[in-house]
């Protein structure tokens, strides 16, 4: 799997509906894609820095016929191990809360919004 960095907003877009199925967003100011050897592209991870070496993760996802193969994993790739990463994980989405552990993230608080209980976790040297 390559990750690229993708700058089409609208492509971004159409994969961020096909896995969320909504389009009421603003669209994360750094967008990576994984895409297999075939060029297929599988899922993507998009976020925003919050300083130079601080990167919060908004949305990371799965294409729908790509999901249930191990495809999440690149999200490792993408990770660096000078930068903190943070993001939350919704507290019922429990494939991806476990993805998120075993990848070197920590929990570290929990946050209700918009009535679901999300908790909050972060990658970094220091806890990664």
């Given at each position: 799997m390559r990750i690229e960095t993708l700058d089409d907003?609208?492509?971004?877009?159409?994969?961020?509906?096909?896995?969320?199925?909504?389009?009421?967003?603003?669209v994360p100011d750094v967008v990576h894609v994984g895409i297999r050897s075939d060029?297929?592209?599988?899922?993507?991870?998009?976020?925003?820095?919050?300083?130079?070496?601080?990167?919060?993760?908004?949305f990371a996802g799965v294409?729908?016929?790509?999901?249930?193969?191990?495809?999440?994993?690149?999200?490792?790739?993408v990770l660096k191990d000078d930068i903190t990463y943070d993001l939350m994980v919704r507290n019922t989405n429990t494939v991806?809360?476990?993805?998120v552990l075993k990848v070197g993230f920590i929990p570290i608080g929990c946050i209700m919004k918009d009535n679901n209980l999300?908790?909050?976790v972060q990658r970094s040297l220091i806890n990664g």
């Open positions: 907003k609208d492509e971004y877009r159409r994969l961020h509906e096909l896995v969320f199925g909504k389009s009421d967003f603003d060029g297929v592209t599988v899922g993507f991870v998009a976020g925003f820095w919050l300083a130079t070496n601080h990167f919060y993760i908004q294409l729908p016929e790509h999901q249930k193969h191990g495809h999440l994993r690149y999200l490792n790739s991806a809360l476990g993805m999300y908790v909050q």
